[in-house]
């Protein structure tokens, strides 16, 4: 294959997984006009549409998912194999792409990249927030990190954390105007905010222990947000009660803007874990990260 053609190749996969000439002219750093260019002369030597145009997305046509399906892997593979040539330097270097949760990013994985980063200065790490189960394959992603029962067998898995304590919060006032919910089922009767998984309409079920018995609750109420952030504020404004990590509200405890209910039947999530697939050359950047993570009790 002539240089041109690879180059071509590259181009049409980077519009076809970012869905827009905009942003994937960012990531090549070339301009959107030449990008066109590109993609058009590709589609007129195949002889094939490749990707459906309209004035606010960009999408595949059935040839365009096809050759999406055997490049993807391909160059994957490729990219993989030039960064563990990285082994070679004095210094690992490379870019480690993380799905990651939110509460995961902010309370495990900064706090050691915070220190982990300076000691190795040509290591770049990229961490992509979402609460979707996301395939780390796929989406060409070095590793994620879920709680540890979320990650799939076929994943390499080393826990980063200790198990979650979570509580359940609501201002001052809006319990003032209802009754403090005594067992897991009187949050039906409760407004309550709910965090979005990923892409999907999905909500994450509200889950509890208490001797043997161990319900999920589906709650359901005013607002939803796909962020603990917002998800917090709604409950500090006293528009319902709240799922959230302790660490995550326990200022706001002490503090009295929040009151904690149902402690008794809250049980804590099972730690965090970093997965990644099996692969024969991992990166040794990725290698060191792991074991700056890996949780010692």
């Known amino acids: 294959m002539r240089r041109e053609e690879m180059a071509d190749l590259t181009a049409f996969l980077a519009v076809a997984e970012e869905r827009s000439f905009t942003r994937a002219a960012v990531r090549l750093g070339m301009s959107q006009s030449a990008l066109s260019q590109i993609v058009r002369r590709l589609e007129e030597r195949l002889g094939l549409r490749l990707l459906t145009r309209t004035t606010r997305s960009v999408a595949p046509t059935e040839a365009g998912e096809r050759l999406l399906e055997t490049l993807a892997p391909a160059l994957s593979d490729l990219d993989s194999r030039i960064a563990a040539l990285s082994a070679l330097h004095d210094r690992p270097a490379g870019l480690i792409r993380i799905t990651s949760v939110e509460h995961a990013a902010e309370t495990v994985l900064w706090p050691v990249l915070r220190t982990f980063?300076?000691?190795?200065?040509?290591?770049?790490?990229?961490?992509?927030?979402?609460?979707?189960?996301?395939?780390?394959?796929?989406?060409?992603l070095d590793a994620g990190v879920r709680l540890g029962e979320q990650v799939d067998k076929d994943m390499i898995a080393a826990r980063i954390s200790a198990d979650i304590a979570?509580?359940?919060?609501?201002?001052?006032?809006?319990?003032?105007?209802?009754?403090?919910?005594?067992?897991?089922?009187?949050?039906?009767?409760?407004?309550c905010i709910n965090l979005r998984l990923g892409a999907s309409r999905e909500h994450a079920p509200w889950r509890f222990k208490r001797g043997p018995r161990e319900p999920h609750v589906r709650v359901d109420g005013p607002v939803a947000f796909n962020t603990l952030a917002m998800i917090r504020e709604a409950a500090l404004d006293g528009f319902g009660l709240a799922y959230l990590p302790q660490d995550y509200v326990q200022r706001h405890l002490d503090e009295g803007r929040l009151i904690s209910v149902l402690a008794d039947w809250c049980a804590p999530l099972p730690a965090y874990h970093l997965y990644y697939p099996s692969r024969r050359q991992q990166l040794p950047a990725l290698s060191l990260l792991v074991e700056a993570l890996r949780h010692r009790s």
């Open 117 to 140: 980063l300076p000691m190795y200065p040509d290591i770049r790490v990229e961490i992509i927030l979402d609460y979707g189960l996301t395939d780390v394959v796929a989406e060409r």
């Open 166 to 191: 979570m509580a359940i919060v609501g201002a001052p006032g809006y319990l003032g105007r209802r009754p403090r919910p005594k067992v897991p089922q009187d949050l039906v009767n409760h407004d």
